[in-house]
């Protein structure tokens, strides 16, 4: 795909999200070569699923890239994410922020996270249930068992079906529980304030339904060879 492809794909989506939402070009498995193409034209903030992949290019490319991971992540891999991603959005177990907090501390740094909510209709997604995360973001305990850890939001991914209803409710759903936690009187309302949910066949419902980050790869870089997704 040629640059001026490239540029006017760019341009497309980021008008079709507006000013208030934060594009996340999802990057997996694209060439270091296709980053920096979307480097020249001022884009910064890059997502990706897989934490080698991740470690491989943050040592190539330029330092001030703000690395998203987004995949799913295990705990024998959180020593390749954290130092180098800007904010976790696939924390989906207590144990995971167990293990982000023990390399962080280790490290002398604070990473930023968003939980993973499960609000599709497929069980192969992961993430906590509403029901998990009230108690988890109820006050103090949070704070103190994860120090090193600094909760920013939510994130969510919509069931893969073409029933936009079904996804606006899905989406819904989860910005209408971002907004109840927000108002607990516990919660660092300053911190807790992203809502990641939306990619590249879902991304105009997800900003509607208040989305502040989007994760869009296909849209932006065209088709993968083989199965495409983001």
């Known amino acids: 795909m ?3 492809t490239l ?3 760019y341009a497309r ?3 079709g999200i507006g ?3 934060r594009l996340i070009a999802v990057s997996k498995t694209r060439s270091v070569e296709e980053i920096q193409a979307l480097l020249k034209l001022g884009h910064r903030d890059f997502g990706e699923n897989y934490p080698q992949e991740l470690k491989a290019k943050a040592a190539e490319l330029p330092k001030d890239i703000r690395w998203h991971f987004i995949g799913h992540l295990q705990r024998s891999n959180v ?9 976790i959005h696939s924390v989906d177990s207590e144990r995971l922020l167990d293990e982000i907090e023990k390399r962080s501390a280790a490290l002398g740094i604070t990473t930023d996270v968003l939980l993973q909510v499960h609000i599709a209709q497929e069980e192969t997604k992961h993430g906590f249930s509403p029901e998990e995360v009230r108690p988890l973001l109820s006050g103090a305990p949070a704070q103190q068992r994860w120090p090193h850890v600094r909760i920013r939001g939510l994130m969510g991914m919509a069931t893969n079906t073409e029933d936009a ?3 606006r409710r899905e989406f819904r759903s989860l910005a209408e529980l971002h907004r109840e936690l927000r108002a607990h009187p516990g919660l660092r309302r300053e911190d807790f304030t992203e809502l990641s949910m939306g990619m590249s066949g879902d991304a105009a419902v997800a900003v509607e339904e208040g989305s502040t980050l989007v994760r869009v790869g296909t849209a932006i870089f065209g088709e993968r060879s083989g199965k495409a997704t983001g």
């Not at 020593?79 to 904010?87: E, N, P, R």
């Open 165 to 167: 209803d079904q996804v």
């Open 79 to 87: 020593k390749h994410v954290v130092g180098i991603a800007s904010l």
């Open 19 to 21: 000013a208030n939402t």
């Open 2 to 4: 040629t640059e001026g």
């Open 13 to 15: 989506v980021k008008a």
């Open 7 to 9: 540029a006017e794909r």
